[in-house]
């Protein structure tokens, strides 16, 4: 079956400008995660959903990234007004459950100008 | 202190050399594990769940360590294709997030 897809795949946006970043999980996966990623760093968590509910939005960081999940299905990441450190891989995982291993997407790069 | 914390590396290694990663974590409320391999500027990708009894997978053997809060990955008879950065992940506890290590760079060398 189809594995995580994410769309796009690059996005090169000018700062001030908002974007939205869309995961599709693996179908009938429960749970679903964000993660960015920036050039040589590791995985910093964003937020996670188990159905349509985000229990820890610990990891976002600031008031303009905002994330949503519909009909525990896609989830789309949102960030507005974005700035130059905004810039980074932005990944996507899903699993069954929590507590099952996750598969990722390929990620969305972003480029912030 | 990091929730997940590995020794970034780099492993540089001959073909054919056996090493191991060793990962610690904090909370001991985590309830599953698992390794994941990323090769340069890819996605993660899983590569095996850690058993509390170990488990293998071929040339790979993961263990873990309760106890002492310690996770463990064995790679045996190295190939060029196992150069990637190997990414420790812990999961559960009150938050049940995947919680991920910032990961050690293996290098194996022909």
């Known amino acids: 079956g189809a594995g995580v897809s994410q769309s796009p795949s690059n996005k090169v946006t000018e700062k001030g400008k908002d974007v939205e970043l869309r995961c599709d999980p693996i179908s009938g996966h429960t749970a679903l995660y964000w993660y960015r990623q920036s050039l040589g760093q590791g995985l910093e968590f964003l937020i996670y959903?188990?159905?349509?509910?985000?229990?820890?939005k610990s990891g976002l960081p600031s008031d303009r990234f905002s994330a949503e999940r519909t009909g525990g299905s896609v989830s789309t990441l949102t960030i507005q007004r974005t700035q130059q450190e905004d810039s980074a891989v932005y990944l996507c995982?899903?699993?069954?459950?929590?507590?099952?291993?996750?598969?990722f997407g390929q990620g969305t790069r972003l480029t912030v100008v | 202190r990091k929730e997940v914390e590995q020794d970034p590396g780099p492993f540089n290694v001959p073909e054919g050399a056996t090493v191991a990663f060793n990962c610690t974590y904090s909370?001991?409320?985590?309830?599953?594990f698992f390794w994941y391999r990323q090769d340069c500027r890819k996605e993660p990708k899983l590569l095996m769940s850690?058993?509390?009894s170990g488990n293998e997978d071929g040339r790979f053997t993961a263990q873990l360590n309760r106890a002492s809060q310690y996770i463990s990955l064995l790679i045996r008879d190295s190939k060029l294709s196992d150069s990637a950065t190997y990414l420790c992940?812990?999961?559960?506890?009150?938050?049940?997030?995947?919680?991920f290590g910032t990961g050690t760079l293996l290098a194996v060398q022909p």
């Open positions: 992940v812990t999961l559960g506890g009150a938050t049940n997030k995947l919680i």
């Open positions: 850690v058993y509390s």
């Open positions: 995982a899903s699993s069954w459950t929590m507590n099952t291993e996750a598969f």
């Open positions: 959903f188990q159905g349509n509910s985000a229990p820890d």
């Open positions: 909370n001991s409320a985590s309830q599953s």
